[in-house]
């Protein structure tokens, strides 16, 4: 069965943003299945737009950013 975005569900999201970044912390329910956690990364680029990127690593002050949002999200889960 191919990925159907009409099934995906957003429970919550919450965003920490800079100058030059955004890290979205999410909860997804596919299909009404298991809620899941979801952190995603956008860079932004010359023009000032926002694109998706590898969340790769996390400085400190961003982890420290981010923390309270993932500790809310396990609520939700």
């Not at 890290?23 to 899941?36: A, D, E, L, M």
């Not at 995603?40 to 400085?59: I, Q, Y």
């Amino acid at each position: 069965m191919p990925y159907d975005s009409s099934l995906d569900e957003n429970l919550f999201s919450k965003s920490h943003e800079t100058d030059s970044s955004r890290i979205t912390v999410s909860v997804y329910s596919y299909n009404k299945g298991p809620n899941k956690l979801q952190i995603t990364r956008e860079n932004r680029n010359m023009e000032g737009e926002l694109r998706f990127t590898k969340l790769g690593r996390l400085a400190k002050d961003e982890a420290e950013a981010i923390l309270p949002f993932i500790q809310e999200a396990l609520g939700k889960m």
